[in-house]
């Protein structure tokens, strides 16, 4: 046989399946629908390895679901708006619109080179009109079922650039470009109420069985709820401070109250003490944030307040302003309870405040807590009058009890979700359809005049959203009132594109975002594959996208993505130069940097990143051994939720495989023997690839390969080698779909192996070995048998009568009894 012509045989299928459209989604037939989605790619300029990864792992499946009998929606677009072309429009003078369509161009040949398995008439970018205006018509939705608000919020704020940063545009506090130190300001934004859906999107995650725990776990964690209790001290002086805990059952131990820098009770002693307000300020640079807070050494300031104990009046605690409470989080004020809280502990050993144990673990139970860890384990409530010896749980109910009771305060749950807030100050995203009126305030602007079209004539010379001053742009009449008013000139978080994507591939009418009812014939997604990086924000925002549209009556549909796989990354080993350079894998031989001849260091095995230069680019590799080795590779030797390593070696150990497939299965015997194991290792081989397929465990697929070829490369001649051939064709054929085209050709087949069966696989073909029996008379062995496994015992006792051995030893008389352990003995008693 000849070699296996990859390049040619790459071009001549893709054109092939373009030109017949093979992979346009089903919707005509009642087979059953598999929707397999990969997410959509960022127009960044070229294909990297991950994408090849990632969208082979999803080809593969999409593949498969059609050879077994399923109408597959596998469709591909671009996730287009954002600010690297905003970037590139600021340092190359090239409009973002044109650098991200040529990149489109450029990706889409590359990604067609690889010969996926797409639906390209269901292309978008949501950079279009046609796709951004149907957005803006969800939005207006969302507006008018109120789940859409406007509040002061703040920015990052570039006052050299006089413009507003992304926080990836902050470099330790200053602005990327110009260097100044960032600001905020506050600004009025849109925000989308994602808070209602809080208890929703944690309950959802209870159903989603074929999710990775790690993901819903970073879900659930990100909502962060927290059941507690809120309630009230009196001041002494007048007045009140509300707290938040989790702990109301340690509510005997407190020693302090604390309130946030920014906490009302703060700014207004700071604003009759110098003092407080100097460590106001000293907190406020210290920045705020949760993560922030978590590393700053814990720091207080006491106001001289007290607070009384709503348990016992007489009992006084200090109120301190403490840089450890977050102003956002529950109320904003906490009371301590030093020997069960670290953060407390700490505080109170460097003030000096009582710590008192109220939780014993059985071995101490005295008041006084010594040492610097707090407990925080499980345990009986101790010193703290009608709580004692309850446990948490009891004591944690019976204080709210008493608190509702009593009227200071009440249990509730608080979320660490905040709403999301989608107003980006940016040109390269979709406008916000809102008008703002001097007369009639925010107005929608109605659908009819959607969508709100991107100017195209705008300029990136002068930092600062280009809509805002763009001269005729954003200048229109009211909707309401048809005076002279303004667009908003925000455009939407990158984010809500990608919310609902998966919903416009699976329906896509001219008129409105989707029909109802063929988005719902294919979602939810039956099996969505992506990166972990989008563990959190986007599957989040997608959830709860979808949970709103149901919840506005528009679509029934409560979980996206029924099934969720991140995969591992794609990494290389690290060069550097003499002198300190990162080196390209390109630049190094043998050790050695080209240029200079200079020994290069070998560095970890990391991420392909830019910076780090370890970049393999995928199209010279197509070019070089074709897409189905690539394919190949990138399937075999990593588990995929693991890292893979790209190696030369891989890559030519693949291309090898690729040529011993060719001429394997090319194979066609004359002889008709028979050969039993190897036609049952190539339906055991059928069903092993199916479950490791379906499982997404391809690493295993490719190895039960190797084993067929390598079977089917030692029989001898037979006419189950040639089945055998035949079945290797078609389990191979989602990984290595071009070589399986042509060699389904030369074969002289009918039509397209794409759309041919996976082949049936016989159940008696799986039966595990047989076993051997042992035929007992009267307890006396007199024969030994060699039986299926797990055969039934009314089939081995005939099995054991038929035995010319057994019939001699009853001497022809039927036995009395039999008796029959599985799998090992029969013993007949006469
Ligand atoms: C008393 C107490 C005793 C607490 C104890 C903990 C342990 P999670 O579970 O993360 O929700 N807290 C409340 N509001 C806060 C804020 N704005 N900034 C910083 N800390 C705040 O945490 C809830 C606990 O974190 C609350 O329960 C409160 O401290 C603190 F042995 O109250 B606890
Ligand atoms: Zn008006």
Redesign the pocket.
């Known amino acids: 046989t000849t070699r296996f012509n990859a390049l040619k045989a790459d071009a001549h299928w893709q054109t092939v399946w373009d030109e017949r459209q093979t992979f346009a989604a089903d919707t005509t037939s009642d087979r059953p629908r598999a929707y397999v989605l990969e997410m959509f790619p960022y127009p960044s300029g070229r294909i990297h390895m991950g994408h090849v990864r990632n969208y082979t792992m999803g080809d593969v499946l999409a593949r498969y679901r059609r050879m077994t009998g399923h109408a597959v929606l596998h469709p591909m677009g671009w996730d287009a708006f954002g600010m690297p072309a905003e970037n590139a429009a600021m340092e190359k003078g090239v409009h973002p619109g044109n650098w991200t369509r040529a990149n489109i161009q450029t990706m889409k040949a590359q990604l067609k080179r690889l010969g996926f398995a797409l639906d390209w008439s269901r292309e978008l970018a949501t950079c279009e009109p046609d796709y951004y205006g149907h957005e803006q018509a969800l939005f207006l939705d969302l507006f008018a079922a109120g789940l859409v608000y406007r509040k002061e919020s703040s920015v990052n704020w570039d006052p050299v650039d006089m413009t507003v940063l992304a926080n990836e545009q902050v470099i330790d506090g200053r602005g990327w470009r110009s260097g100044a130190v960032v600001e905020k300001r506050k600004l009025s934004q849109w925000f989308l109420k994602i808070t209602d859906f809080a208890d929703e999107l944690i309950e959802g995650l209870g159903g989603l069985d074929h999710w990775p725990d790690k993901v819903k776990l970073m879900q659930e964690n990100w909502i962060?709820r927290?059941r507690?209790l809120r309630f009230r001290f009196e001041i002494a002086t007048g007045g009140e401070v509300e707290?938040?805990?989790?702990?109301p059952d340690?509510i005997f131990?407190a020693s302090f109250v604390a309130v946030?820098a920014d906490h009302p009770i703060a700014r207004a002693v700071a604003e009759r003490s110098p003092e407080a307000a100097a460590f106001v300020e000293r907190c406020k640079q210290g920045g705020t944030t949760a993560a922030e807070?978590e590393t700053q050494e814990k720091q207080g300031f006491d106001t001289g307040l007290r607070a009384r104990h709503p348990l016992d009046p007489s009992w006084e605690l200090p109120v301190y302003i403490a840089n450890?409470?977050?102003?956002?989080?529950?109320?904003?004020?906490?009371?301590?309870?030093p020997a069960?809280?670290q953060r407390?502990l700490d505080f109170a050993r460097k003030y000096d405040l009582p710590v008192k144990r109220v939780v014993s673990d059985g071995a101490e139970d005295g008041p006084v807590f010594v040492g610097d860890t707090?407990f925080?384990g499980a345990g009986t409530i101790v010193n703290s009058h009608f709580l004692d010896g309850m446990d948490i749980e009891e004591a944690k109910r019976a204080v709210v009890d008493r608190a509702e009771a009593g009227g200071w305060g009440t249990g509730s749950t608080?979320y660490?979700l905040r709403d999301w807030g989608v107003s980006r100050q940016r040109y390269w995203g979709t406008p916000i359809p809102i008008v703002h009126c001097p007369s009639c305030g925010p107005v929608a602007v109605p659908k009819d005049q959607l969508p709100i079209v991107l100017p195209e004539d705008v300029s990136f010379a002068v930092p600062g959203n280009p809509l805002d001053r763009h001269p005729t742009w954003k200048h229109v009449a009211c909707p309401a009132c048809d005076e002279p008013a303004v667009r908003e000139t925000d455009t939407l978080d990158t984010f809500v594109d990608s919310s609902w994507y998966f919903i416009r591939f699976a329906s896509q009418p001219d008129d409105k975002p989707f029909d109802r009812a063929e988005a719902e014939r294919w979602l939810p997604v039956g099996q969505y594959i992506g990166g972990v990086e989008h563990a959190i924000l986007h599957l989040l925002y997608a959830r709860f996208w979808t949970r709103a549209l149901k919840h506005i009556g528009k679509l029934d549909v409560a979980e996206p993505f029924a099934g969720l796989f991140t995969q591992g990354m794609v990494t290389h080993e690290t060069y550097k130069s003499a002198d300190g350079r990162w080196l390209s894998p390109d630049d190094v031989a043998n050790g050695v940097e080209t240029a200079t001849g200079d020994a290069v260091t070998v560095g970890r095995i990391e991420k392909m990143s830019k910076s780090k230069k370890n970049v393999i680019d995928p199209e010279p590799i197509v070019d070089q051994y074709g897409a189905d080795a690539v394919r190949w590779f990138m399937l075999s030797d990593s588990p995929p939720e693991r890292d893979l390593e790209w190696s030369e070696n891989g890559i030519e150990g693949a291309w090898r495989f690729v040529q011993r497939l060719w001429r394997l299965v090319g194979q066609a015997d004359a002889a008709d023997g028979d050969d039993l194991a190897l036609r049952k290792l190539a339906h055991r081989t059928t069903a092993g690839v199916a479950d490791a397929i379906e499982g997404l465990q391809f690493n295993k697929a490719v190895a039960l390969l190797y084993t067929l070829a390598a079977a089917v490369e030692k029989a001898t001649p037979s006419r189950d080698r040639t089945d055998a051939a035949a079945t290797l064709l078609r389990l191979a054929a989602p990984m290595v779909p071009h070589l399986a085209e042509e060699a389904w050709a030369a074969a002289g087949n009918d039509g397209l192996i794409a759309d041919a069966a996976w082949p049936m696989i016989d159940p008696a073909m799986l039966v595990d070995d047989e076993v051997t029996v042992a035929v007992q008379v009267n307890g006396k062995l007199r024969d030994t048998l060699l039986l299926p496994k797990g055969i039934a015992r009314e089939e081995a006792e005939a099995a054991a009568l038929a035995s010319e051995k057994v019939v001699r030893a009853l001497d022809g008389k039927a036995p009395r009894k039999v008796i029959v352990v599985p799998d090992r003995l029969v013993n007949l008693v006469a």
């Open positions: 962060g927290s507690g707290v938040f805990t989790t702990r340690t131990g946030a807070l450890f409470v977050l102003m956002e989080y529950g109320t904003g004020a906490v009371f301590g309870v069960h809280d407390d707090a925080t608080v660490r």
